[in-house]
């Protein structure tokens, strides 16, 4: 399946995603913060990216951003997985260059189905 870079500084919201995508077959990386999900997404080069906003540093925005505008890591899907919720953070998030966001807890179906489409 996919190799997929878990970006969250949250020991249990990385736990709960892992608990949905490895009995799936995906192969989880983590990253505990922007800075840190940047560089791993250029040494591992993942199949797509959940990637949280609220994280102390560089934020899942802006690191969404840098990711998206670099040639390197440019094609790599990412899902905005975040605890806020209004329209804005979401088309703010789109904007960023995200191909999906989430609120967190994500739905389990919803989450997969998401990840299937990005993955084709």
């Avoid at 040494?43 to 990637?51: F, Y």
């Avoid at 390197?72 to 960023?96: A, H, N, Y």
Wanted: negative net charge; hydrophobic residues 40%.
């Amino acid at each position: 399946m996919a190799n997929i870079l878990i970006v969250d500084d949250s020991p249990t919201q990385v736990a709960n995603l892992s608990k949905i995508l490895e009995p799936k077959g995906h192969k989880i990386n983590v990253a505990t913060n922007g800075e840190e999900g940047i560089a791993a997404a250029r040494a591992q080069n993942p199949d797509l990216i959940l990637m949280d906003v609220v994280m102390p540093g560089l934020n899942g925005f802006q690191a969404t951003r840098k990711l998206s505008r670099d040639p390197e890591t440019e094609d790599i899907p990412i899902i905005l997985v975040s605890t806020k919720d209004q329209e804005t953070d979401r088309i703010w998030g789109l904007r960023q260059g995200a191909r999906g966001y989430l609120v967190k807890p994500p739905d389990e179906a919803e989450l997969i189905k998401l990840i299937n489409e990005l993955l084709g």
